[in-house]
C-alpha cells in the first residue's frame, strides 16, 4: 500500500446520476471501525481509515477487507497518520473530501489512562479538538459523529443516565472524553458543525481488545475448557456495566449522521450487570463454574471507577428507531463461542 495514496475517491454507483458517498473513519483499525467500516461498505460508501502509524501495525481486523482485491484500494483507502499530526491529518480530509467523518480513535483503556494520562489527554482530548479545528477551516465540512462515552458521568446521582445527566468524570479517561464530547457541543453551537456525539456505554464482541474485562473472560473461558489455562486473574468482580453488542453500536452511528440536525444521543442497552454475571454467563457457556479458576489481583483494580453507569436508550430509541439487539447472557455466549473457534 502506499501511504497516503489518495486515489478513486468518488465512484459512480449503480445508478449514473448519483455517486456514492464517502466516510472517513479515525481508529479503523478498532473493534467499532471494522464493523463500522463493514456496514459503511454494504451501503455503497467509499471508506477512508486513519490508522496510526506505528512499526507494527495492528490490523488484523480488517484483513479480510486488506487483501480483498475489489475492496482495498477501490473502496477502502487507508491513511497513516497520528492523531496530533494536525498537517497529516488536514491534508487527508482535503483530499478525501468526505461526507461523514467517525471519529473512533483514541486511548480507549480506562485503566490505562491512571498510568498514561499525557497520552490519553493528547489523543482523546487533544485529539477531538484539533480535528474540530481543522474541520472549522474546510470549504467542504463533513458530518462529524464522535464516539463519547458513559465514563463521562463518572459516578452520577441518578441512574439510568440521560443526555442531560450532568458530567463529573472520576477517572483520567472521563476527564479528556468530557473535555472532548464538550468541545463537539461547543462547536456544534458555536460555529454552526454538523457534530454529534454518541454517548456510547460498553458495547463488545469477539473484536473486543483482549485486555477489556469481558473478551479477558471469554478467552479464559475457552482456554480453561480446552486445558490450555489454569486461572484468571481480575479487579474488582462488584462493577456494574452496561454491555451491548457493537455492531448494534455502529450502526446507530450511521444513523446519527443520517438525521436532519446534528444532536448527542445515549446509546445503550438499558441494562447493567456484574463481573460476577459476566463470568456467570461466559463460564456457563462452556459448562464451568468460574468460582474455581478465578482470582483477584490488586494490579487490576482502579483507584477510582465510575459506578451505577447504566443508560438510558429512549432518545435513540425514539429518534433513531434504534435499540440494542443483543445483552446477556447471549452476549457472553457469542464471544466465548468465537473464542473456542479461535482455539480450533
Ligand atoms: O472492560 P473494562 O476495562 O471497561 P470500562 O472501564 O468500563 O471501559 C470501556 O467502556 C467504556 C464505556 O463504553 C469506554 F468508554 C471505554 O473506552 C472502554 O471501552 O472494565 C469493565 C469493568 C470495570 O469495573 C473494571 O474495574 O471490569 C472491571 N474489571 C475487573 N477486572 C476489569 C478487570 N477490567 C479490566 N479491563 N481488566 C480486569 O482484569
Known amino acids: 500500500m502506499t501511504p497516503n495514496k489518495l486515489s478513486s475517491n468518488r465512484l459512480p454507483l449503480n445508478n449514473p446520476t448519483s455517486v456514492a458517498p464517502v466516510a472517513l473513519i479515525t481508529g479503523i483499525t478498532g473493534q467499532d471501525g471494522s464493523y463500522l467500516t463493514e456496514l459503511l461498505l454494504d451501503k455503497g460508501y467509499i471508506v477512508h481509515g486513519i490508522v496510526r502509524r506505528s512499526s507494527t501495525t495492528a490490523r488484523n481486523r480488517l484483513d479480510k477487507l486488506f487483501y480483498d482485491g475489489d475492496v482495498h484500494e477501490k473502496r477502502l483507502f487507508l491513511h497513516y497518520a497520528d492523531l496530533d499530526d494536525s498537517t497529516t491529518i488536514r491534508r487527508i480530509l482535503i483530499s478525501s473530501r468526505p461526507d461523514e ?67 463529573r468524570p472520576v477517572t483520567p479517561y472521563g476527564v479528556a472524553k468530557t473535555f472532548a464530547t464538550q468541545m463537539v457541543t461547543l462547536y456544534r ?67 446519527m449522521l443520517q438525521q436532519p440536525d446534528a444532536d448527542d444521543f445515549v446509546l445503550a442497552t438499558g441494562k447493567d450487570h456484574s463481573v460476577r454475571d459476566f463470568l456467570d454467563a461466559a463460564f456457563q457457556t462452556v459448562g464451568l463454574d468460574w468460582e474455581k479458576y478465578v482470582q483477584q489481583d490488586a494490579r487490576y483494580m482502579r483507584r477510582s471507577e465510575g459506578a451505577q453507569l447504566v443508560g438510558d436508550p429512549s432518545k435513540a430509541a425514539a429518534n433513531l428507531d434504534w435499540t440494542a439487539t443483543t445483552q446477556l447472557p447471549e452476549l457472553a455466549k457469542i464471544m466465548v463461542q468465537a473464542d473456542l473457534d479461535a482455539l480450533k
Not at 477489556?212 to 462488584?238: P, Y
Not at 451491548?244 to 450502526?251: K, L, Q, R, T
Request: with cysteine; glycine share 6%.
Open 189 to 255: 453551537n458555536s460555529f454552526d458543525l454538523f457534530a454529534c456525539n454518541a454517548i456510547c456505554y460498553n458495547h463488545e464482541s469477539p473484536r473486543r481488545g483482549e485486555s477489556f474485562v469481558t473478551r479477558k473472560i471469554t478467552r479464559a473461558a475457552a482456554a480453561i475448557s480446552q486445558g490450555k489455562q489454569d486461572s484468571l486473574s481480575l479487579g474488582s468482580l462488584d462493577g456494574r456495566r452496561d454491555w451491548g453488542f457493537a455492531p448494534d453500536y455502529v450502526e446507530a452511528m450511521w444513523r
Open 101 to 167: 467523518l467517525y471519529h473512533l480513535a483514541g486511548q480507549s483503556h480506562v485503566g490505562a489512562s491512571f498510568e498514561i494520562p499525557e497520552t490519553t489527554c493528547r489523543f482523546t482530548a487533544m485529539g477531538t479538538l484539533k480535528l474540530l479545528e481543522i474541520i472549522r477551516d474546510l470549504d467542504k465540512q463533513p458530518k462529524l459523529l464522535h464516539i463519547s462515552s458513559s465514563e463521562i458521568f463518572g459516578r452520577p446521582d441518578t441512574s439510568p443516565q440521560n443526555e442531560s445527566t450532568p458530567m
